[in-house]
């Protein structure tokens, strides 16, 4: 974010604490307890009797679905969602191709679909969907309230919505908008610098059989292969079903964010509007650190480290050089970013006192 700043949320732990593997399940887990135990045991009290609804806000990248996830694995609960609208209309995608799913989708969108367009229109734009266009929002919301009518008793992660500016009025009244119960809602707002998400998009490549996707910059395999020939290293799946497949990179990640500048832009003009927004309760997160501040923050195995290959042709082997990532952000201050759980942490923790 370029005209505010989100303040760094502090994870640092005494001297002398424990060190975790953050990308270890088990790790991962003794983790949590360590850094928000009193915060996740009062969250699963609460968990058991109430929900919540948690709007999601941050740029395309941001982690939305990874921090949501991370939430639920950190309490344990089976009465955690997250609901995708991204997934949702690409489900949507399915349905309107297929006979039998359109019949139902119709019926239910006669009973609870209210807008401006016929349905006719509506499923004709369905079918004719683009990523460069949206879907009107009363038809969006039918959706959400179908997907949030199958999670009854579940507290939810709403990532998605809103995608545009007109659509911040409808998420103020969101909960009574879907008939939701009388819960606290709230907006998680996420702040990531642009560095990071073109970083993670031009690094990326996925297993072509399984389409795991991993990062050699940011999240290599514990396998990784040198070509002599070519002089180029590859990631091998770590998936023992893909039997040593190389994984590649996917067709125009090589232009960064380059083709979804303006969505980036739009997502940061959501997030500036949702944050002066009054009498909803905000959680800030932020997935970096300047370098000046971090040492007295967060713990080193909290961020985010770059790897960086050396093909050993004495040995024929692979080293791999790990060392602390330092880019700038948006405002031009030399930061580090930091992992998924102690951004999960910050938002355990803003919530446990929300609540």
Known sequence: MKDFEFPVFKTKSPAGSPVFDPNDPKGRAAYFQFKAGAEIAKL???????TFLAIMLGKKGSGKGTYSKLFAEALNLPNIAHVSVGDLVRAADEEVNDPKNLKTLISFLEKNYRGWLP?????????KRSTKTLLPTEYILALIKREIGK????????????RDLDQISYSLFFRDLIGFRDDPDFFVLIDIPEAVIDARIRSRVVCPKCHTPRNPKLFPTKKIEYDVKNKAFHLVCDNP???RERMVAKEGDELGI??????LDKDEELIKRAFDLYGVPKILLRNSVPVAQAGKMVDDYEITPEYVFHWDARQKRVKVEEK????????????VSLLAPPVTVALIKQLADLL
């Open 241 to 243: 079903d893909c039997r």
């Open 324 to 335: 602390p990532w330092v880019f700038e952000d948006d405002r031009g201050v030399e930061s």
């Open 44 to 50: 699963r009290q609460y968990l058991k009797k109430g």
């Open 119 to 127: 349905l006719e229109k509506i499923i004709d734009s369905q079918k």
């Open 258 to 263: 380059v083709p979804i500048k303006h969505r």
């Open 151 to 162: 999670l009854s008793g579940k507290a939810i992660f709403l990532d998605g919505f809103p």
